[in-house]
């Protein structure tokens, strides 16, 4: 079957069926919805039978605003009362009025999470009021009583920044708000802006929005809140505050590289899209996130090709109905600056037509000897436009211009790192990269009813990189000369007579460009056999992938190789040659196309018991010409991937959960062919997993152990001397525990904290030499920790301070193990002071300014990179 012309054939298939769906709904008349307005008397309200029953049942829909926690923190005067909500930009209508003693504030087109459905009551919090009763109304409204002893309380809203809905409570008179003509607006800006890092939901692990603790998975997600208190600039820094997370190395320049639960090349999606080439996204951007959603252990099932670890989710912020501009100014050692803005609003009367924008501008210089620094310019924006009640269409655009210095780390001589400064750099000091990166598409909804949706998405992705220096050429290291290691025959006359420490660099260049086109559809129904309830999800998926690369690499011929001593380096020895005069290595055109069918099913087989599972058939095409020889090879796979994993909730704050799940992935580009040519086969990777969920304090403090036992065949890896060349691994297996914690302990008191056990092990090979080595950079032991607090009372409210560490254990390198590095503990610190609408802060990483190795692999002459020195950042921000 042709792929592409049946992926052409299925976009216009989803274009007609959106068209179908949308043009008889967009002839309503915006203009005649209805809005319901805040009034202060139950003679405003409409009555319940004017309220249409579909808007009262659209809770999955996202018409409705949930609510997902309420706080009740003690004051001098009375209550401070706080509404937490999931909902992005929902403007919350309250209806508030006296009854007895009892102030009652009803609020509209609402509803309770799912995990505080049953209400919240909260007993004698504060002298004179005996009670703080939150309550679901009906299935499109909420009611918060607060009861007083003697007499009715009274409301008052309190300004605050825009993501804070506060309201002060005194148990003394009648409240102000029951003037007749007095209206009160609680705006609800969602829960991933919220000042905690509790989260309830995601959906990544399941394309659906299941809460995360009837998931028989672990996921953690870091939200918007984290990112922001730790002025977290790039994805590595996000992603290490998961349990057995770990920064791998940034792939000889050309993007990030992140290992979960022991293995590499963990797929990076953005709004559960994946980029299939790592290379093509570069270091993605964070400035954008609502949130990081990391799904643990085998995820095939609904997201096709990916590694057996799990896998990242990158959610970016959507459009909100109320108007948002937030300006912030970053500065830093090393003349770091970064500039992010972030608007967002309305554009029409009723909002059913939003947008979001965030642009940023970057530069930092690196601290290793580079001419150039890290520039970055990025712009998001992102439309949002709801055509009817059950309709909604999304259009977003990313777009992406890096240039940064190519690094490729420090070396090994005799087994350890070399002593040389961590600045010292083993390729020349112009060396640079440049990127364009775009991605852009559409995101379709329509809702039949309660129970059934339709969902349909594009994406295009382009991707160009360069890689030069003035010269247009790069030095890449692949032999270095010590006392351990032999000197291959062909480079004995260049290396024998040179001191040891001296390194063999080959001038290099490469281009990359590559256009994908990802489409899917799914159907998501809830129905009911009996006493069992059912979630269904059914869904397609095509992509579409054409490369291009080209690279020059000659290390046969002389003149392109350029000797280096490591301990006294001159760059300028040996001229880089014209790039013409250069051999080809390798000059491809690739096309790949991947076809999945998905099914899933979560099955409540009782209030207590839940049991998910999946199915998945994928098809790989990969077509590659070789524009050398004018030859052209083609291979072509397919596989069923299952996934079955069961819940069982003994009590209400606790979640016992196991699953067994498989994986497929064939091999990436620059990962598809050994030294001889031939292809190489599938990895294929099967996972069992058990653990524990808790919610150790309700609605606010989560943690997860679990146990994991994941073996993956057919495991490529670079070769340790030859770069872009695989080779394969027989079998690794990679066994461990993990830890996390996230939450609130208290108002004002974040907490977000994890640790992992990973014995990680070659368990099965052609080479006995590399059976029982443990696999590249993984720890056996990983921590980390990241606390904030701030004063929520009297003159000193909005003052806080972070503190944290990350800690990583010793790590081996090369296959089989020839060295190990050792390991570090890197201590963190924050202040900072919000008041009303500004925000200062001042971060500090690595406060002790500790020297270490941050990544190894399987060469001792590349991606063995120094971990950043001592570095300061400082903020301000204005929201309005």
Excluded: C
């Amino acid at each position: 079957m042709n792929l592409v012309k049946y992926s052409v054939f299925l976009l216009q298939l989803s274009l007609l069926q959106l068209f179908i769906a949308i043009r008889p709904i967009a002839a309503e008349s915006i203009d005649n919805r209805s809005n319901l307005t805040a009034t202060n008397s139950l003679r405003d309200l409409p009555s319940r039978h004017e309220v249409s029953t579909s808007a009262r049942d659209l809770l999955a829909q996202s018409n409705l605003t949930r609510v997902t926690k309420l706080e009740v923190n003690p004051t001098d005067k009375g209550l401070e009362v706080i509404l937490t909500t999931s909902a992005g930009g929902q403007r919350l209508v309250p209806l508030i009025f006296p009854e007895d003693n009892n102030l009652v504030i009803d609020i509209l087109d609402a509803t309770l999470a799912p995990s505080i459905e049953n209400g919240i009551t909260k007993t004698n919090p504060a002298p004179g009021i005996e009670q703080v009763r939150l309550t679901k109304l009906d299935e499109s409204s909420i009611r918060l009583t607060i009861a007083g002893e003697t007499q009715t309380p009274r409301a008052e809203v309190i300004p605050s920044r825009p993501n804070l809905v506060v309201l002060s409570i005194t148990p003394e008179g009648s409240t102000a708000q029951t003037e007749p003509d007095e209206e009160i607006e609680i705006i609800a800006t969602g829960e991933a802006e919220e000042d905690n890092y509790y989260v309830l939901d995601g959906s990544t692990a399941t394309r659906t929005d299941i809460p995360l603790r009837d998931i028989p998975q672990s996921v953690q997600i870091i939200p918007q809140q984290v990112i922001e208190d730790q002025q977290a600039a790039t994805l590595k820094k996000v992603v290490t505050n998961s349990s057995g997370v770990i920064f791998s190395g940034n792939n000889d320049g050309r993007g990030i590289d992140i290992a979960i639960r022991g293995f590499n090349r963990t797929a990076i999606l953005r709004d559960g899209f994946r980029v299939y080439n790592r290379a093509a996204q570069g270091l993605p951007e964070v400035a954008n996130l609502e949130r990081v959603e990391i799904v643990k252990g085998p995820s095939s099932v609904v997201f096709g090709e990916s590694e057996p670890g799990g896998l990242i989710n990158l959610v970016s912020k959507q459009p909100l109905s109320e108007p948002l501009y937030d300006l912030q100014l970053q500065l830093g050692n090393r003349n770091f600056v970064r500039f992010p803005i972030d608007l967002s609003g309305p554009l029409t009367e009723d909002a059913d037509l939003k947008y979001r924008l965030n642009t940023l501008y970057r530069y930092e210089e690196s601290f290793r000897d580079f001419d150039n620094g890290f520039e970055r310019f990025f712009a998001a924006p992102t439309l949002a436009w709801q055509i009817a009640e059950n309709t909604d269409l999304s259009f977003n655009f990313e777009y992406t211009k890096d240039t940064e210095p190519i690094d490729f780390g420090t070396v090994i001589i005799n087994g350890k790192p070399a002593d040389i400064p961590p600045e010292r750099i083993t390729n020349n000091p112009d060396d640079k990269g440049e990127r364009e990166f775009i991605n852009t598409g559409y995101t379709f909804e329509h809702r039949f009813n309660k129970n059934w949706k339709i969902s349909n998405a594009f994406r295009y992705v382009s991707n160009t990189f360069n890689s030069g220096s003035e010269d247009g050429t790069v030095a890449v290291p692949f032999l270095i000369k010590d006392d351990i290691v032999p000197i291959p025959p062909n480079f004995l006359p260049i290396l024998a007579p040179q001191p040891t420490g001296t390194l063999i660099r080959a001038f290099v260049d490469q281009e990359r460009e590559e256009d994908s086109f990802t489409l899917y559809t799914n159907v998501e129904g809830d129905f009911a056999t009996g006493k069992v309830k059912h979630n269904i999800l059914l869904g397609i998926d095509l992509n579409h992938t054409e490369s291009k690369l080209s690279t020059r690499f000659d290390p046969t011929n002389p003149v392109n190789l350029a000797p280096l001593n490591i301990f006294a380096p001159n760059y300028d020895a040996v001229p880089s040659p014209d790039v013409e005069d250069i051999n080809f290595f390798n000059n491809d055109d690739v096309s790949n196309d991947r076809l999945g069918i998905y099914l899933q099913d979560k099955i409540d087989l009782a209030d207590n018991l839940i049991l998910l599972a999946g199915l998945r058939y994928d098809t790989f095409d990969q077509t590659i010409k070789n524009n050398l020889t004018n030859t052209e090879d083609s291979q072509d796979s397919d596989a069923v991937t299952p996934r079955i994993g069961i819940v069982y909730q003994p009590m209400e704050a606790i979640s016992l959960y196991a699953n067994y799940s498989e994986s497929y992935n064939p091999k990436p580009f620059l990962y598809n062919r050994s030294l001889d040519g031939s292809f190489l086969q599938p990895e294929e990777g099967e996972g069992y997993e058990v653990g524990i969920k808790a919610e150790i304090i309700p609605n606010r403090l989560a943690a997860t152990l679990a146990y994991f036992n994941i073996t993956k065949e057919n495991v490529a890896t670079i070769d340790r001397n030859i770069p872009f060349v695989a080779i394969v691994i027989g079998e690794q297996q990679n066994q461990g525990i993990e830890l996390d914690l996230t939450g609130e302990i208290q108002p004002g008191w974040n907490i977000i904290a994890s640790y992992a056990y990973i014995d990680s092990e070659v368990t099965r090979d052609s080479n006995p030499a590399i059976v029982g080595s443990r696999f590249p950079n993984i720890p056996e032991n990983s921590a980390s920790l990241w606390t904030t607090y701030e004063i929520q009372t009297g003159d000193l409210r909005g003052l806080g301070l972070g503190i944290g560490f990350n800690y990583v254990g010793e790590r081996k390198g090369g296959l089989p193990n020839s060295f190990e590095v050792d390991s570090y503990f890197l201590t963190n610190a924050a202040l900072f002071y919000n008041r009303q609408n500004w925000q200062l802060r001042l971060n500090f990483d690595n406060l002790f300014d500790v020297d270490y190795i941050e990544a190894v692999d399987t060469s001792p002459v590349r991606r063995i990179y120094s971990g950043r020195p001592f570095t300061v950042r400082g903020s301000v921000s204005v929201q309005f």
